[in-house]
């Protein structure tokens, strides 16, 4: 699974290469594609919903499970 | 004998006081002229009243005061004192108006011996830990740039959640918080501490963990001062922040933890990053990509314009998917567009299928296609090769 660090990572190196001057416009092209795919999955990622509460609780068979916390 | 009216020293006018009024104005200038405090002295005449609540006498050498504790104070406090006890009370001096009398409202009991004994276990538990290097900087993991699932053990109905809560969602609204709840203080704080803290190691996919608690006073912290807490805080596999809400002291979980934090609020700043950051990050790296690409556009204007409908796409798409989000990226794409080209009298040969036409050989004599210009297409067909 991808996270949002990946996305910054790799933006951050689509956006160096295609500002250097030996790249190809195919490639360059490819790696502006794939920056704006990269751009869009980090918004969604920020627009998630509400912050998530859960408790972890223990059962007595020494099982965890989380429930959701009234905030 | 009753004395006589002595219609000289006092008349019906004269301004005369109920005792009502009187012990109202003393309670008035006794609770209004103090601030709580801290009294020493040693404990005679103690009493539980069958509603819970402690009184006694505190003494010294020539004076001594009548004390009250409420049941929700004296439960804190644990056992009672045995006669002849010197403690340390913190209150509030008052008036008991229905019996005229003066007291100490006392909210905490700490006879004078336990802290001695807790200073020395505390002096005791930090050589040993420093000794064996819970304290070494050389331990302190780096705390994960981009947290999303933070578990925090503290009490489930304290103020410190509350506050972590708060911060966390202006913060990182995306992220989830694993609370495991646990006592701070008091009487199985300890255990259930160290339970907790081991608990965090069966959690699946932590990012780090907070442990701590609202501001309390000295002797509320003890449990952060434990042995067994320190050792459990420093067994647990992720990075680690210590956040116990006291100006003053500092805890041993503090010196343990990879990160101290001042309060738990400033514990969820450190463990989580800002959205707002990340956003004018992204802003930023939107911006350099359009240029980045517009580049490229100025190196070759020939072979942009063959990408011209894939880059035209991608414009649209980010537009559509993104709304005014993109805004700004958007009518920067649109600035460096090879399509901008086709303004200045340029035109695209472009055959039915959607490519564009470079070479005469692609030019098929009495084969349709289509000239893009600026503000459309125009048909056309080959007449000669």
């Known amino acids: 699974m991808t996270t949002i660090a990946d996305d910054l990572t790799r933006l951050e190196e689509i956006v160096r290469r295609l500002e250097s001057d030996d790249i190809e416009l195919d490639a360059a092209l490819a790696l502006f594609e794939e920056g704006v795919a990269r751009l869009r999955s980090a918004r969604e990622r920020l627009a998630a919903a509400d912050l998530k509460v859960q408790t972890v609780l223990e059962g007595a068979g020494g099982d965890l499970h989380l429930e959701h916390l009234d905030t | 004998m009753a004395l006589p009216f002595q219609s000289d020293l006092i008349t019906p006018t004269d301004d005369v006081w109920s005792v009502s ?64 006890t010197e403690v340390f009370v913190q209150g509030k001096p008052a008036i008991y108006e229905a019996k005229g009398e003066f007291q100490l409202n006392v909210t905490r009991l700490i006879p004078t011996a336990a802290i001695g004994q807790a200073q020395q276990e505390l002096e005791r538990v930090k050589a040993l830990l420093h000794k064996e290097g819970l ?43 694993l609370v495991i709840d646990t006592r701070v203080q008091g009487d199985g704080a300890v255990d ?16 780090l963990c907070i442990v701590g608690r609202g501001g309390g006073g000295r002797e509320d912290l003890a449990a952060f001062n434990a042995e067994a807490v320190c050792r459990a805080l420093a067994a647990v596999r992720v990075p680690t922040i210590s956040a116990v809400g006291h100006e003053t002291d500092i805890s041993l979980t503090d010196l343990v933890a990879d990160v101290r934090a001042p309060t738990p609020s400033a514990a969820a700043e450190l463990a989580l990053a800002d959205q707002r950051d990340v956003r004018r990050a992204l802003d930023d790296l939107a911006a350099r990509l359009a240029g980045g690409l517009g580049g490229r556009t100025r190196l070759g204007i020939e072979r942009v314009e063959r990408a011209g409908d894939r880059l035209q796409g991608a414009i649209a798409a980010v537009l559509e998917r993104r709304g005014h989000d993109l805004a700004r990226l958007a009518a920067q794409l649109e600035a460096l567009s090879p399509l901008r080209v086709l303004e200045r009298g340029y035109a695209l040969p472009t055959a039915p299928d959607g490519r564009i036409l470079k070479r005469r050989a692609e030019f098929i004599p009495g084969a349709p296609f289509s000239l893009r210009v600026v503000d459309g297409s125009v048909p056309a067909r080959v007449e000669a090769r």
Not at chain 2, 25 to 45: D, N, Q, S
Not at chain 2, 66 to 76: G, I, N, P, S, T
Not at chain 2, 164 to 169: A, K, L, N, Y
């Open chain 2, 192 to 207: 259930e501490l160290v339970r907790a803290l081991r608990l965090v190691n069966r959690l699946p996919d932590v990012d």
């Open chain 2, 21 to 84: 009024q009187l012990t109202a104005a003393a309670k008035r200038i006794v609770e209004g002229g103090f601030l709580p405090m801290w009294v020493r002295g040693e404990v005679t005449g103690f009493k539980v009243w069958t509603s819970g609540h402690w009184y006694f006498n505190l003494r010294d050498a020539t004076s001594q005061v009548r004390c009250c504790m409420w049941k929700r104070d004296a439960v804190r406090a644990g056992k009672p004192p045995a006669e002849g």
């Open chain 2, 135 to 177: 304290f070494d900087p050389a331990r302190k993991r780096r705390l994960p740039a981009f947290a999303s699932a933070v578990a925090v053990v503290t009490s489930v109905a304290g103020a410190a959640l509350r506050d972590i809560i708060t911060v966390s969602r202006r913060r990182w609204p995306s992220a989830r918080l």
